[in-house]
């Protein structure tokens, strides 16, 4: 359960505001990923690091920008979004990319 | 690109009983297929993955098949209980890695 930690756990920001989402794995994965998940949808793949370089970025709009400084930690850094982009947002990490994910228990966000 | 279409998007089932959940994709390259659980306000957990070299996997009271042919695997749970209710997620990942998930089955086991 602690493999994959993200903070904050819950976040609420104005549409003018910015904040970072922290990822962090601690078994020792090569990839990570970023996922939205919204009611009744599918999670959504929106950025994926291998080796801390970015390998898909899944048609995201500019407002969030993510980060991966080295293998263990990746950051989704959010400014002026909309009420829209209100979800869960999901952290994971692999040994490799397409190999078994594991994932953190989601930062949830809420934009006013 | 992959797509995954997973049925039913519920399924109420009385305690005791089986649930079955199917999910067919596009991409006949596809190679590995994990079964996620997610808990309501919980994370996702794999529960049961196979891959594409083999036709059906089991891990006590859940299996798991799968149909190269078709193009579609299953999620199979006998004996269901109250804890089996969830989210159930199906994904496919094709030749380059790439995840493809299902929209999700809600599942409620009824006692």
């Known amino acids: 359960e602690t493999g994959v930690t993200q903070t904050p756990r819950h976040l609420v920001m104005g549409m003018t505001n910015k904040k970072s989402l922290k990822c ?8 990570m ?15 994926v690091y291998n080796f801390k370089e970015q390998t898909e970025n899944n048609s995201v709009p500019s407002r969030f920008s993510p980060e991966c400084p080295n293998s263990s930690h990746l950051f989704l850094h959010l400014h002026t979004l909309q009420p829209e ?12 990319q397409g190999e078994t994910q594991y994932f953190g228990p989601g930062t949830r966000l809420l934009v006013l | 690109g992959e797509n995954v279409e997973q049925h039913p998007s519920t399924l109420s089932v009385q305690e005791g009983d089986s649930a079955v959940i199917k999910c067919t994709y596009s991409d006949s390259a596809s190679n590995y297929f994990p ?17 594409s070299n083999v036709g059906e996997k089991k891990d006590q009271r859940i299996a798991v098949t799968l149909n190269k042919t078709a193009k579609h695997f299953s999620l199979h749970i006998t004996e269901t209980q109250p ?3 969830a989210v159930y997620f199906c994904a496919a990942t094709d ?3 790439k995840f493809q998930f ?10």
Request: aromatic residues 12%; charged residues 20%.
């Open chain 2, 102 to 111: 299902g929209a999700g089955t809600q599942v409620v086991v009824t006692p």
């Open chain 1, 85 to 96: 982009d209100s979800a869960l947002y999901l952290c994971a990490s692999s040994q490799g």
């Open chain 1, 33 to 47: 990923y970023w996922y939205k998940q919204s009611a009744k949808k599918p999670l959504e793949l929106m950025f």
């Open chain 1, 24 to 31: 962090e794995q601690h078994l020792g994965h090569n990839a």
């Open chain 2, 83 to 85: 804890e089996d209710s």
């Open chain 2, 95 to 97: 030749s380059w890695g």
């Open chain 2, 35 to 51: 079964w996620y659980k997610q808990e309501l306000g919980k994370r996702p957990q794999l529960i049961i993955d196979i891959r």
